[in-house]
């Protein structure tokens, strides 16, 4: 089965930092770039941040450039987010969302991980 | 970065045809997809490419643009086709990706 599953969200305090995981299995995923895109309370989707399937191209959306760092590790089939500087805003749950190979669309989901910046 | 720009919401009757739209510039250069999220779940593909339906996915979902308007259209709408509906597209000025800020479906 295709699977994503995240993990390392929690309660932080406003300045602080958290790394969010995301492993996956049941396809391979050293072929597909990763991305994260959250969902604050109430809210709509927001795209975070995209990593190329060789680490090679890497983008953030300008609400979170110079404090997350995404990064992959293809042996370990896992998917990271370094999120630093953590803001009230940044309150949101986490998904890791694979796109269809050589589509333009995500069609598998992590169930989420929430996170609470909070003092 | 682009826009994406969808109605917050939207109602229809059961049995009856909804069409829910997303506009952007960035959909004179690529297609939308859409995502259907029910309440404290992760979003789902309903729609993708030309008009694509992921496995699954009920032959009432389909999907359609022109100029820069996307619109899903549900012909049949069910109970529980109730949900928040989300578009999402490539993004043609810098960022890799852009979702539109969502439309809630009320099934009456």
């Known amino acids: 089965e295709v699977q994503l599953v995240e993990s390392g969200g929690g309660l932080v305090k406003p300045g602080g930092s958290l790394r969010l995981s995301c492993a996956a299995s049941g396809f391979t995923f050293s072929s597909y770039s990763m991305n994260w895109v959250r969902q604050a309370p109430g809210k709509g989707l927001e795209w975070v941040s995209s990593?190329?399937?060789?680490?090679?191209?890497?983008y953030y959306a300008d609400s979170v450039k110079g404090r997350f760092t995404i990064s992959r590790d293809n042996a370990k089939n896992s998917l990271y987010l370094q999120m630093n500087s953590l803001r009230a805003e940044d309150t949101a749950v986490y998904y890791c969302?694979?796109?269809?190979?050589?589509?333009?669309?995500?069609?598998?989901w992590g169930q989420g991980t929430m996170v609470t910046v909070s003092s | 970065s682009s826009e994406l720009t969808q109605d917050p919401a939207v109602s229809v009757a059961l049995g009856q045809t909804v069409r829910i739209t997303c506009q952007g510039d960035?959909?004179?250069?690529?297609?939308a997809s859409w995502y259907q999220q029910k309440p404290g779940q992760a979003p789902v593909l309903v729609i993708y490419g030309k008009n694509n339906r992921p496995s699954g996915i009920p032959d009432r979902f389909s999907g359609s643009s022109s100029g820069n308007t996307a619109s899903l259209t549900i012909t049949g709408a069910q109970a529980e086709d109730e949900a928040d509906y989300y578009c999402n597209s490539r993004d043609s000025s810098g960022n890799p990706w852009v979702f539109g800020g969502g439309t809630k479906l009320t099934v009456l």
């Open positions: 990593i190329s399937s060789s680490s090679s191209y890497i």
């Open positions: 969302a694979r796109p269809i190979l050589w589509g333009d669309a995500f069609d598998i």
């Open positions: 960035s959909l004179r250069s690529y297609y």
